[in-house]
């Protein structure tokens, strides 16, 4: 198993462009969900998926969609990037009903300028 | 939203040295998590606390969940250099969603 693979590690942006930041695992894990990670900021939640086809909201969601076609893919979009959004980006993903936390990704470090 | 209380921010000791951490919340969990992420990858699950008042050790590593669950601390015995890194706590309640500390930064001289 590779677990939780995110694609690309780095990137950078220019002001207005937009990328999708890939996310895959290969566990069968129902629950998928996408961080940002600021320095001293610890994790927020941006959006997060309980299975294929159905996707919410976490705590930052501004500037970002997802979708959730199929169990294996997670997939994050920027649609008009912002320096604000210039962050380390983590998947990862859970399997139901456990309480273990969470597998993450190694992520993606993005940098809008 | 939620927020957990993490501290220290950082830490700078001596290799051999013990270290303690600690996470707080005005929320009650249900579960209690340590993570410890490497300069370039994600974070790694390190210990799960399941009980109020439960102690649970893996290797050098031990950590509480407090008795009112709404803190949880993390204690490292003996560090040695590969310890650095960021260590997290996280809180998860009912469902599926962990709420995360700011993270504790930790450097060993050796």
């Known amino acids: 198993n590779a677990g939780v693979t995110q694609t690309p590690k780095f990137r950078i942006l220019k002001i207005g462009q937009s990328m999708t930041l890939q996310c895959t695992q290969d566990?069968?894990?129902?629950?998928m969900y996408w961080y940002r990670q600021d320095p001293g900021m610890g994790l927020k939640l941006i959006y997060y998926?309980?299975?294929?086809?159905?996707?919410d909201k976490g705590e930052v969601p501004n500037g970002y969609n997802v979708s959730r076609s199929t169990t294996e893919d997670f997939p994050l979009r920027l649609e008009l990037a912002a320096p604000s959004q210039t962050s380390v980006y983590f998947c990862?993903?859970?399997?139901?009903?456990?309480?273990?936390?969470?597998?993450f990704g190694s992520g993606t470090r993005l940098t809008v300028v | 939203g939620q927020q957990l209380n993490q501290s220290p921010q950082s830490m700078f000791i001596q290799e051999g040295e013990d270290v303690s951490m600690n996470c707080t919340s005005s929320s009650i969990f249900n579960t209690w998590l340590w993570y410890k992420q490497d300069p370039g990858e994600g974070p790694v699950l390190l210990i799960a606390l399941y009980k109020a008042g439960e102690l649970t050790s893996n290797g050098r590593l031990t950590a509480q969940f407090g008795i009112t669950r709404k803190d949880s601390f993390l204690n490292i015995s003996a560090s040695i250099p590969s310890d650095v890194g960021i260590y997290f706590c996280?809180?998860?309640?009912?469902?599926?969603?962990?709420?995360f500390g700011a993270g504790t930064i930790l450097r060993v001289k050796s």
């Open positions: 566990m069968n894990h129902n629950y």
């Open positions: 996280a809180g998860q309640r009912n469902g599926n969603k962990l709420v």
């Open positions: 990862a993903s859970l399997p139901p009903g456990s309480n273990y936390g969470y597998t």
């Open positions: 998926s309980v299975g294929a086809g159905i996707t």
